[in-house]
């Protein structure tokens, strides 16, 4: 299993602190590749973006900034987790099928990358 950089395309593995931190690139968004299938379907998305003249990178970053001005009420993240155990689940921006992003003990977000690539496809 690794990780692909959504920006320049690097992968990384599993482990690579480099996920957490961001790619060297300077990006911090990437593509989960757990078997080929989804790289086949990475690569689907990618060429329907391109025909629009976009790329996923700069979607989930209109996204995000669309989430921070206003329509979610937490902010980027629709589920929180302060402490081990402990969860603040925005119902409302789940409910709206918004991206489900997580935030960890305040340090680090978990991307649910199928919800937002469903929000890509719905555009």
């Known amino acids: 299993m690794s990780h ?6 690097k992968i990384y593995e599993d482990n690579d602190p ?3 931190n961001g790619c ?3 990006s911090i968004f990437f593509f989960y590749i757990k078997d080929k ?3 086949e379907k990475f ?5 329907t973006l391109n025909i629009q003249k976009t790329t996923l990178e700069s979607e989930l970053e ?3 900034i669309k989430t921070v001005a206003g329509e979610n009420q937490f902010g980027v993240e629709t589920i929180k987790n302060p ?6 689940i925005n119902l409302d921006a789940l409910m709206k099928k918004q991206p489900l992003v997580i935030l960890k003990q305040g340090r680090t977000y978990l991307i649910h990358l199928p919800s937002v ?6 555009r």
């Open 62 to 64: 209109r996204e995000f």
């Open 24 to 26: 060297t690139c300077g």
């Open 4 to 9: 692909k950089c959504l920006r320049c395309g």
């Open 43 to 47: 690569e689907e998305i990618e060429k």
């Open 83 to 88: 402490i081990d155990g402990v969860y603040e």
């Open 117 to 122: 690539f469903e929000k890509v496809k719905e």
């Open 37 to 39: 299938s989804q790289v």
């Open 18 to 20: 480099q996920v957490i």
